[in-house]
């Protein structure tokens, strides 16, 4: 069985020994760090570059969601550092999203093929394990929450934040819109996690930068590890969702 | 004669048995319309999508289409298209008149040459046709219906269509903001009849697919062919509106 696993490189050492795997795809190359986790197969992608070198709008979504989609993988559980709008998910806080509002709006976010369903973003049987495994780790994962996805690399104003509060989004972040579509339109299943880095109130008396984002993230490292151990020890091959029906239909269409 | 242009959209890839293709070369690219005569009026239809349905939305040529209707001397354009309906008033299979939009793309929508006021998106004198060309077939229209314009190609999500829902929108398309800009820029008349071929998701649990657009339009698609010719009869040439104000503006700017 094989997981796809997007994130910042704090997680690499969930594994002993991790084994170099390049995969061309027509958007690009993509490396993904292949890793043992019991019967599992794990890809690790750290989605910006090993030493966080590629800002968020310069991401190469298509190749790297390709690229998983050619290593043959079809669940892929994505970590991403936010801000809280929402004041009721701490600085640390880890939350589950539910739903999307997209408002990135210079993004290659589609393969072009057709148009997928994304009514529900995220795979339920993944949302499923992550909570599960919350649950028996005694950790505090706020769920339901809806992410507001924003271009970046710039953070908000503080318009912006009481503007994206009052329509009741809980997190800001700048990647997970795209990859969920994406993901939808390759049928891969895909679920995400969120580590609440700063509040984004547009009142914080620390305002966001990457220095923070990356010590807060260092600090609940073991946090969002333990995570992640536990949901990929409760990952099965065993689906019921809907993630793949768009897709198989298109591929029907399309062989016909 | 008068020519008038006709924008299908998904479900509706002809009007009449007969007409005569023709490709028509833009700096932008080739487009293919189809020609008859109606009425005693010229009339162009241009199947948004290509003949096949090949384009999807965020891939249509915009800028071609209509300024290929510019060069066949089109001066005013009746479109329909399929949206998903937000407001739960709208059902599936349902026509609406669209008064406003707010436009959310990011795609190419200018010609780049001048900025022109589109206070009021959709031609006044066209609406009133299409009001009149509904009462007279006897089909209902829902009319000063706002439409918020994606990018596409993906279907929204729940928690966008809720947004969208407080923000006030009746229904959800991917093209319409586009051509009307580029309509308005050439200073031609436009207007849209939407189909609701889908609740928006979230609305209800049926998902949107490309398959459920198409059987909608197919159950309506005589309804559609039948308002679009009371349309083209009804249609005269301009009066009073004020479409073309800021296109003769620009022209004569630059002689």
């Known amino acids: ?256 | 004669m008068m020519k008038i242009g006709i924008i299908g959209g998904t479900g509706f890839y002809q009007l009449f048995d007969q007409m005569v293709e023709k490709t028509v070369h833009t700096e932008y690219g080739d487009v293919t319309v189809f020609r008859a005569v109606s009425e005693g009026k010229e009339v162009y239809f241009l199947p948004r999508h290509g003949k096949h349905h090949d384009a999807l939305a965020p891939f249509v040529n915009y800028r071609a289409n209509i300024l290929a209707l510019k060069e066949l001397e089109v001066t005013r354009i009746l479109s329909v298209s399929a949206v998903g309906a937000i407001n739960p008033e709208i059902e599936v299979g349902s026509l609406s008149l669209l008064d406003q939009f707010v436009d959310l793309t990011t795609r190419v929508k200018s010609y780049g040459k001048y900025s022109v006021d589109i206070t009021e998106p959709f031609c006044p004198e066209l609406q009133e046709v299409f009001v009149q060309a509904a009462k007279e077939i006897n089909e209902p229209l829902r009319e000063k219906t706002t439409l918020v314009c994606v990018e596409g190609p993906r279907y929204e999500t729940k928690a966008e269509i809720q947004l969208f829902a407080k923000w006030g929108m009746d229904v959800v398309g991917m093209t319409n903001a586009t051509e009307a800009s580029l309509a308005r820029e050439l200073g031609m008349c436009y207007s849209v009849v939407t189909m609701a071929t889908n609740m928006a998701p979230g609305i209800t649990d049926h998902k949107p697919s490309l398959k459920a657009h198409k059987e909608v339009g197919e159950r309506k698609r005589e309804t559609v062919s039948t308002l679009m010719l009371e349309a083209i009869k009804l249609a005269g040439e301009r009066k009073n509106c004020s479409c073309q104000e800021a296109y003769e503006r620009a022209v004569l700017s630059r002689t």
């Open chain 1, 1 to 256: 069985m094989k997981i796809g696993l997007i994130g910042g490189t704090g997680l690499y050492d969930l594994f002993h020994t991790l084994t170099e795997q390049c995969i061309e795809t027509d958007y690009g190359q993509v490396t993904l760090l292949k890793g043992e986790f019991e019967d599992k197969e794990v890809y690790f992608l750290p989605r910006h570059g090993t030493e966080h070198g590629v800002l968020a709008p310069f991401v190469n979504y298509k190749a790297n969601m390709m690229a998983l989609k050619k290593a043959g993988i079809e669940q892929v559980i994505a970590v991403s550092a936010v801000g809280s709008i929402n004041p009721d998910i701490p600085i640390g806080g880890l939350s589950m999203p539910d739903q999307i509002v997209d408002f990135s709006r210079r993004r290659d976010n589609t393969y072009g093929q057709f148009s997928a369903d994304m009514t529900y973003p995220f795979c339920p049987d993944l949302q499923k394990a992550v909570s599960t495994a919350a649950t028996e780790n005694s950790q505090t994962l706020y769920e339901n929450t809806t992410l507001i996805c924003v271009d970046g690399p710039i953070y908000e104003t503080s318009s912006e934040l009481q503007l994206f509060s009052s329509w009741g989004m809980d997190v800001v972040g700048m990647t997970n819109s795209t990859e969920a579509a994406l993901a939808r339109e390759l049928g891969i299943c895909y679920s995400a996690v969120t580590l609440s880095t700063d509040l984004a109130t547009g009142f914080a008396p620390i305002p966001p930068d990457l220095g923070t984002h990356k010590r807060v993230a260092a600090i609940n490292k073991d946090k969002v590890k333990a995570l992640m151990v536990k949901t990929l020890a409760l990952l099965s091959e065993q689906k019921s969702c809907q993630c793949a029906k768009s897709y198989n239909e298109y591929m029907i269409l399309i062989n016909n």
